[in-house]
Nanobody
Framework: QVQLVESGGGLVQPGGSLRLSCAAS????????VTWYRQALGKQRVLVAV???????NYADSVKGRFTISRDNAKNMVYLEMNSLKFEDMGMYYC?????????WGQGTQVTVSS
């Protein structure tokens, strides 16, 4: 069983940066993938970035070149570095860890982009 807790969200101006963190209670290295999702108000949850246990990454087209996902297995952490933030990046960000057929979700952290 793994519990995930996101943090690092907040209010930022367009063009600003934030770093989100996803802390795992158990071993994050046991998770095959960890994915960051965003859910804007009234919209469906969408994939933002994913990282595999071997460090492979993939990003939504809308964030390529601006966001970077990374993981620190020794600290049981996954990060999402977000730069050049835009209004459309605003939403609740969730991390999801997958282990076989199991999924573990955090409670989310809010990112607000406003001038």
């Amino acid at each position: 069983q793994v519990q995930l807790v996101e943090s690092g969200g907040g209010l930022v101006q367009p063009g600003g940066s934030l770093r989100l963190s996803c802390a795992a209670s158990g071993s994050i290295s046991s998770l095959y993938t960890v994915t960051w999702y965003r859910q804007a108000l009234g919209k469906q949850r969408v994939l933002v970035a994913v990282i595999t246990s071997s460090g492979g990454t993939n990003y939504a087209d809308s964030v390529k070149g601006r966001f970077t996902i990374s993981r620190d297995n020794a600290k049981n952490m996954v990060y999402l570095e977000m730069n050049s933030l835009k209004f459309e990046d605003m939403g609740m960000y969730y991390c999801c860890g997958r282990q076989g057929v199991r999924e573990y979700w955090g409670q989310g952290t809010q990112v607000t982009v406003s001038s």
